[in-house]
């Protein structure tokens, strides 16, 4: 991999006497698909808001492409080039999907309050239609032309959950932050996740730090896993290092045995 896209540097989080964090590092190299693992509470939602800015940290700081963002709010690191989903899916149900992924270009518009109004006389047309042009690129990419004018809230959870992707990568980001992309969803739908995850990182050169339970999908499609326990880093290393761990299978998977091991990673 080459150099580090994104750098956590001893960040701690409390709410009140609980403590979410505990002086957690790590690097993620640019193009690397870098999951965080671990139990219910383990503090890895709470680290992705961190990093994309919805929670400050009591301490410790985050780099983004060498640039210290720790006090930058959200929609500062988006533009810088960093873009997010959540775990519970945040869409606007009464818009249609265009409309919804158009929406994570809003950051990038250029014309204002005073331009706007002369849209036919200004760039402000010119600009709307390369916006829509990429716009449409993505729900090629995603396969989703055939409810492109649907209402986002009356959709099936897999699409929603295909929908809110292509928002976040209308952000135009070097660097997305999927928060449990594959909850919720069956084979079929996990599958197309994971296939979706590996082209936009590879195709799209886009960074990806995830948040998954799904240990086949994670061992599958992984460069690079860090499990936390009690919002402390527990390791950080290969998938096959990871899952090697006897501390890691035992106390965070569940398993007893390699047999036990396998069988999970088979699973999704």
């Known amino acids: ?33 870098f999951s965080i693992i671990g139990p219910n509470g383990a503090g890895k939602t709470s680290m992705l808001n961190c990093i994309s800015g919805r929670y400050r940290p009591n301490s410790g700081s985050i780099a983004f492409n060498n640039q210290e963002v720790t006090h930058l709010r959200p929609n500062d690191r988006a533009d810088l080039g960093m873009g997010r989903t959540f775990q519970n899916l945040a869409l606007f149900g ?43 690129e993505i729900i090629d990419f995603l396969e989703i032309s055939h409810i492109r004018k649907s209402v986002a809230g009356t959709l099936s959870y897999g699409l929603r959950k295909r929908v809110e992707l292509a928002r976040a990568m209308a952000l135009n980001p070097q660097l997305i932050l999927l928060d449990e992309p594959m909850a919720g969803m069956n084979l079929e ?40 326990d009690f919002g402390k880093k527990l390791m950080c290393g290969l998938p096959e290092e990871v899952m090697a761990n006897e501390h890691v299978k035992r106390a965070y998977l569940g398993v007893e045995d390699d047999a036990e091991l396998e069988d999970l990673q088979g699973v999704g």
């Open 1 to 33: 991999m080459s150099e580090p896209i994104l750098k956590i540097d001893q960040i701690s989080l409390a709410f009140g006497g609980v403590k979410a964090l505990t002086d957690v590092s790590f690097e993620v190299s640019r193009g690397a698909i």
């Open 94 to 136: 009464h818009m249609s999907v265009l409309d919804n992924i158009m929406v994570g270009r809003h950051h990038l518009l250029k014309n204002n309050w005073i331009t706007g109004p002369l849209y036919w006389a200004s760039k402000a047309q010119k600009e709307e239609l390369e916006h829509r042009r990429y716009v449409e």
């Open 189 to 228: 739908e996990k599958e197309d996740m994971a296939r979706y995850i590996l082209d936009l990182n590879e195709e799209f050169g886009i960074t990806v730090v995830m948040i998954e339970h799904d240990m086949g999908v994670v061992m599958d499609i992984s460069h690079e896993v860090m499990v936390l």
